[in-house]
């Protein structure tokens, strides 16, 4: 459940400034100060709620970033929280309004379910990015071959036009790590997600070739849970760990399911898959080993 706040930041002058996530991410950090102005009040969701003729789960859908301000609503809120100064109040209207301005990837809504559009956001913002991978590579370091496979498997109804949108959209989020300033991707993969034929032989054979290249990279590191390592601590399946570099944004634990998602930033559930992560680093193959590894499967396909 994201929860992840902090004051706006701002250019000299009071401008919000944009950081990289966009509208995600400064949704979550207005619904994040929004939050602290109310509890400081000690003004309940309910009375907050009522200000502005909304139930109270609208506004935990607002204090979690999950959608838009209405400038009317904002408004309301700020006079009740007490907030008078009028620079302090443009500053946050500003900051709403950047917030709705749609990301790039709001041109593939028609594909996204409404629980993954975030995670993109999220993805975009992110310093860090930690993820534990049981069935398939990774998102950002999948073969556009691979991942074409992949959505084939997933949306077996889907039309030829729609699995091409699919691996566009996801070809498009991997020029992340292209950035300058993009994250730093540490991923740890189960080896039976490594030997699954995914869309065939050659499919597999060149994903394996990609994830040699990428290994190589300063930003990545990819790390092996062989089979000899027995059971693990994820024995629950994936999930990826975002760190932000927003200092007052919260670490998300994003775990992804069938027909939903979960978000979860409450500080002890971050403590309880941090220390799951680190131990199947420790149980994984050293980086270190991981070209030899990926040749070695390579050459038994």
Request: proline residues 5%.
């Amino acid at each position: 459940m994201i929860s992840a706040g902090s004051e706006a930041a701002t250019y000299p002058g009071g401008r919000p400034a944009q950081p990289r996530g966009g509208p995600t991410v400064l949704r979550m950090m207005l619904g994040g100060r929004l939050r602290r102005l109310r509890e400081s009040r000690n003004i309940s969701r309910d009375e907050a709620g009522r200000a502005i003729r909304a139930s109270n789960s609208k506004i935990c859908r607002l204090e979690l970033g999950r959608i838009p301000f209405k400038q009317q609503d904002l408004a309301e809120l700020l006079t009740l929280y007490g907030v008078t100064d009028s620079t302090e109040r443009e500053t946050m209207q500003a900051l709403a309004r950047q917030a709705g301005v749609p990301g790039w990837w709001h041109q593939y809504n028609d594909l996204l379910p409404s629980w993954f559009g975030p995670y993109v956001g999220l993805e975009e913002a992110a310093s860090t990015i930690r993820t534990f991978e049981a069935q398939f590579v990774h998102d950002l370091l999948q073969t556009e071959e691979y991942a074409r496979a992949v959505f084939r498997v997933r949306h077996r109804r889907a039309s030829m036009y729609d699995i091409d949108r699919r691996v566009s959209l996801r070809l498009r989020r991997q020029r992340l790590l292209d950035h300058p300033d993009g994250p730093r991707l540490w991923s740890v993969v189960d080896e039976a997600a490594l030997r699954r034929p995914v869309g065939g032989r050659a499919v597999q054979r060149g994903q394996i070739e990609r994830l040699i290249e990428v290994a190589a990279r300063p930003d990545v590191t990819l790390q092996v849970l062989p089979f000899q390592a027995g059971g693990h601590a994820a024995a629950g399946g994936s999930f990826s760990i975002l760190r932000f570099a927003e200092p007052d944004l919260s670490d998300v634990v994003y775990l992804e399911q069938l027909s939903g998602a979960l978000y979860l930033d409450k500080q002890e559930d971050v403590d309880d898959y941090t220390v799951v992560m680190s131990e199947l680093s420790v149980q994984a193959e050293p980086a270190g080993n991981t070209e030899s590894l990926l040749h070695a499967i390579l050459r038994e396909l």
